[in-house]
């Protein structure tokens, strides 16, 4: 009896995939590593070759960098200007998005059009109006604030962080509040739940997948902005990318790259971290959300 074997499958595909993910990794593993073993180095070590590896864990680049560079301070105001932003941003979005996707109200299909076009300004080209607008601020309150209150103040420039993200993150979570049936909202009114219990223990929940997601750009968004900290803290409550900055620039003629390779160590790990538990969460959501029949 002849047997008929089924023919093998393609693995082409397979093994090309694997090398496009493998080389995208080392694309972005290898800069990361450089940059840490250069933290760790002595100055003379240099003016060698830079593949070489550390002789030894010099950390006191990163006491350096965090005392006498004053990146610890730094690093805490991009903190609280970080966390401050996607407090706010999601404070206001999440209820503007649910009622955008949920209910009928005069006016909503112009609402939608404004959101829409907010979604191309970009933020760095009015960032010199912003900081006007500010200014005049300052000026008409001069009397009940004489140091200013509106410029160099890291709440306020959380304020405008989720101003300028709010078109996207509204956008996000009304299309996918959108994509959740109605039964869901149905069932939990039947049970007696308040609009406001629905949107809190009903949808946001399902909503997870997206919510994480505009979690994640705008923190990336607000961690890695430059030119909007800078317009708007001029003082000495830098964020941490001025902060970094300032520390290039003085190390161009101080030749203290191990103080500078650990600065930028203090920049980059925090974005990994935060990156790898959204995206740990990102996946469990997708994975235990949709409609069970």
């Known amino acids: 009896m002849t047997t008929i ?3 093998p499958r393609p693995r082409t595909g397979r093994a090309l ?15 990361v590593a450089w ?8 100055k003379g070590e240099f003016y060698g070759s830079p593949w070489v590896l550390p ?3 010099h950390l006191q680049n990163y006491v350096d960098a ?19 932003g996607l407090v706010f941003v999601v404070a206001v ?26 979604l191309f300004v970009n933020v760095n080209y009015i ?6 607008m500010l200014v005049g601020w300052d000026r008409a309150l001069v009397d009940v604030f004489p140091g200013g209150f509106f410029i160099d103040n ?5 304020l405008v962080y989720a101003a300028t993200s709010i078109p996207f993150t509204i956008y996000l979570l009304t299309a996918y509040f959108r994509s959740i049936p109605v039964d869901f909202e149905e069932a939990a009114a039947l049970d007696g739940a308040s609009r406001f219990q629905i949107m809190t223990r009903v949808m946001l929940p399902m909503a997870r997948p997206a919510l994480t997601t505009v979690l994640l750009f705008n923190f990336l968004a607000y961690w890695n902005d430059y030119i909007i900290a800078l317009t708007l803290l001029p003082g000495e409550g830098k964020t941490l990318q001025v902060g970094l900055l300032n520390l290039m620039t003085a190390q161009k003629a101080a030749a203290d790259y191990g103080r500078l390779y650990a600065g930028m160590v203090i920049v980059i790990v925090p974005v990994l971290i935060f990156y790898a538990l959204i995206q740990r969460r990102l996946i469990e959501g997708m994975a235990s959300g949709g409609v069970k029949g």
């Open 127 to 132: 960032v010199v109006p912003i900081f006007l």
């Open 66 to 84: 965090f005392v006498t560079a004053r990146m610890g301070q730094y690093f805490l105001t991009s903190v609280l200007v970080t966390v401050l």
């Open 17 to 31: 995939t694997y090398v496009l993910v493998t080389a995208i990794a080392l694309a972005i593993a290898v800069p």
């Open 93 to 118: 979005s999440v209820p503007a998005a649910y009622v955008v996707a949920r209910y009928e109200f005069r006016g909503r299909g112009l609402v939608e059009v404004a959101l829409l076009a907010g």
């Open 5 to 7: 074997r089924s023919a």
């Open 154 to 158: 890291p709440a306020v420039l959380s």
């Open 55 to 57: 002789e030894g864990l």
């Open 35 to 42: 940059v840490l073993f250069a933290s760790l180095k002595q």
